[in-house]
């Protein structure tokens, strides 16, 4: 879907992923056939402050994807502050967010549900290591 969506972005991972190859033989990217190149699981009743991920490339999105067995309806929510926007984000959805560009949370879930979330993205500080 991130190559649907922003495909400029996606030609330019694909280019970057070719040049970091290059330069780093050995490196075989985060999972197979993912365009990012880092990952961050989180577990057990996941959920975050507001924040932005300023460290991650800026003009890509990161790929949020959530699990878990929780009442999306009661907690869960995924919330982009500068958009105005509260999205129901139940156990399976994946959202694509430019997470360098606005600032994000999650509502916490309620007491005995598990909610969580596995996010791929890609550092800056490879693209500019590139350059």
């Keep these: 879907s991130f190559a649907l969506w922003f495909p400029k972005s996606y030609a330019e991972f694909c280019k970057r992923n070719s040049q970091l190859k290059e330069k780093e033989p050995t490196f075989d990217g985060n999972i197979k056939g993912s365009i990012y190149s880092c990952c961050t699981a989180n577990c057990t009743n996941t959920w975050t402050y507001i924040h932005r991920n ?73 693209h500019r290591w590139l350059e």
Excluded: E
């Excluded at 929780?70 to 967010?97: E, M, R």
């Design 54 to 126: 300023g460290r991650n490339a800026a003009r890509a999105c990161c790929a949020i994807n959530a699990g878990g067995p929780f009442d999306p309806k009661k907690g869960g929510q995924l919330i982009i502050w500068d958009l105005k926007l509260v999205i129901d984000f139940p156990a399976g959805s994946t959202i694509l967010l430019p997470s360098a560009l606005f600032r994000h949370s999650n509502i916490p879930t309620q007491p005995g549900d598990k909610r969580v979330s596995f996010t791929q993205y890609t550092a800056g500080g490879i």
